[in-house]
């Protein structure tokens, strides 16, 4: 079955950086487009970034543009999230979900349980 | 901006049917925007439901269903039963490739 487990959250303060990871499995996953969804505590779903399947292209959020970096690892199973310059607005669950198809125009159909990403003096 | 408008709230009776739905603050939300569904519980990850409008996730029953209707994107669920209350996002794909999420709508089952 789809597992999904992500790992790398913590504190950080304003202006630091954090690298999340998605470990895959129960797929194959060199097959399949990747997306992280965030989630502040209380409030709702806020899609962050996508990866094509061969990492060939990638979107962002106007909110994370330049700041954050989505990448994967085909060999590891693995996809990952970089965030730089982090801001008090970033701390959420950080959410990974597996795309149904390839290509960034389709939704995600399953979903990791999540990593809390904390940004505070 | 875009914005996806969801209904802040709404209630079922247990066996009724409701019908969420899903917008945009300019224009109709049409198949292209691949419309999808997920539904979540205080403290747990979001579950999808439906994805692509109309496609039920697996191991989702068909009491959930999805359409579009008028120039909204809709979830129908048939037969509402107690778990049934949740939070209901949906999500729609822009042109650009950027995915936005609606507000939630958060469903009572009363």
């Known amino acids: 079955q789809v597992q999904l487990v992500e790992s790398g959250g913590g504190v950080v303060q304003p202006g630091g950086s954090l690298r999340l990871s998605c470990a895959a499995s129960?797929?194959?996953?060199?097959?399949?487009?990747m997306h992280w969804v965030r989630q502040a505590p209380g409030k709702g779903l806020e899609w962050v970034t996508f990866i094509r399947f061969d990492g060939s292209n990638k979107y962002y959020a106007d909110s994370v543009k330049g700041r954050f970096t989505i990448s994967r690892d085909s060999s590891k199973n693995t996809l990952y999230l970089q965030m730089n310059s982090l801001k008090t607005e970033d701390t959420a669950f950080y959410y990974c979900?597996?795309?149904?198809?390839?290509?960034?125009?389709?939704?995600?159909?399953?979903w990791g349980q999540g990593t809390l990403v904390t940004v505070s003096s | 901006q875009t914005v996806v408008t969801q209904e802040p709230s709404f209630s079922v009776s247990p066996g009724g049917t409701v019908t969420l739905t899903c917008g945009l603050n300019?224009?109709?939300?049409?198949?292209?925007?691949?419309p999808s569904w997920y539904q979540q519980t205080p403290g747990q990850a979001p579950r999808t439901l439906i994805y692509?409008?109309?496609t039920r996730s697996s191991g989702v029953p068909d009491r959930f269903s999805g359409s579009i209707l008028g120039n909204k994107a809709a979830l129908t669920i048939t037969g509402a039963q107690a778990d049934d209350e949740s939070d209901y996002y949906c999500v729609l794909c822009m042109s650009s490739g950027i995915w936005v999420f609606g507000g939630g709508t958060k469903l009572t089952v009363l």
């Open positions: 692509s409008t109309n």
């Open positions: 300019s224009g109709s939300v049409s198949t292209n925007y691949f």
């Open positions: 979900a597996k795309a149904v198809g390839a290509t960034v125009r389709t939704s995600f159909d399953y």
């Open positions: 129960g797929f194959t996953f060199s097959s399949y487009g």
